[in-house]
């Protein structure tokens, strides 16, 4: 069974930083491409950024480029997305995405909250 | 910036054929996904590349596309296809999500 567990959201002031971890298990990891999607409350989804399988193409939209770095380690099945500089708006739940073909898998997600 | 359109609501009532559209200029090289999204869960991927079904979807889902716009159908809906429905597409290295469509199935 595929497994993708979101880890390191919480509480944080406008400002701050926060690491994301997403630790994958049941798949080839390093066979799929990993992204990030957030959800604010009440609102749909969006696409954050997206990692390639070797870890060379790293994409982001535009409202989160220069303070989110997303990384992988294939050798340790994990995910991570690095966020500085944090908003108001930046809160959502976040989720991890694993997706290959018609192979598509998401975790369960971690709310981050950015509140002063 | 890319966008993707998709209406804000449809209604159908049980066993009614429930369509939902999503337009964009992006929406040319057979590479949308959609994605159903019931309250509190994860998505859950239906269709991708426009119009193939992942396994263990039912067949009552189907996509379609011409031009710009792609088309996500349910025949014959049913009360637990209630949920919200989101066109997930690629420009280039950026993704792109519609802004997602409430189905109501009552």
């Known amino acids: 069974e595929v497994q993708l567990v979101e880890s390191g959201g919480g509480l944080v002031q406008p400002g701050g930083s926060l690491r994301l971890s997403c630790a994958a298990s049941?798949?080839?990891?390093?066979?799929?491409?990993m992204t990030w999607v957030r959800q604010a409350p009440e609102k749909g989804l969006e696409w954050v950024a997206n990692?390639?399988?070797?870890?060379?193409?790293?994409y982001y939209v535009d409202s989160v480029k220069g303070r989110f770095t997303i990384s992988r380690d294939n050798a340790k099945n994990s995910l991570g997305l690095q966020m500085h500089s944090l908003r108001v708006e930046d809160t959502a739940v976040y989720y991890c995405?694993?997706?290959?073909?018609?192979?598509?898998?998401w975790g369960q997600g971690t709310l981050v909250t950015v509140s002063s | 910036s890319y966008e993707l359109t998709q209406p804000s609501a449809v209604s159908v009532s049980p066993g009614q054929t429930a369509r939902i559209t999503c337009s964009g200029d992006?929406?040319?090289?057979?590479?949308t996904r959609w994605f159903q999204q019931k309250p509190g869960q994860a998505p859950v991927l239906v269709i991708y590349?426009?119009?193939e079904r992942p396994s263990g979807i039912p067949e009552r889902f189907s996509g379609s596309s011409s031009g710009t716009t792609v088309t996500l159908t349910i025949s014959g809906a049913q009360v637990e296809d209630e949920a919200d429905y989101y066109c997930?597409?690629?420009?280039?290295?950026?993704?792109?999500f519609g802004g997602g469509t409430k189905l109501t199935v009552l």
């Open positions: 995405r694993a997706s290959t073909g018609d192979l598509d898998f």
């Open positions: 049941g798949l080839t990891f390093s066979t799929y491409w």
């Open positions: 990692i390639n399988e070797e870890g060379s193409g790293k």
């Open positions: 992006i929406l040319t090289k057979k590479n």
């Open positions: 590349k426009d119009s």
């Open positions: 997930y597409s690629a420009a280039g290295n950026n993704r792109v």
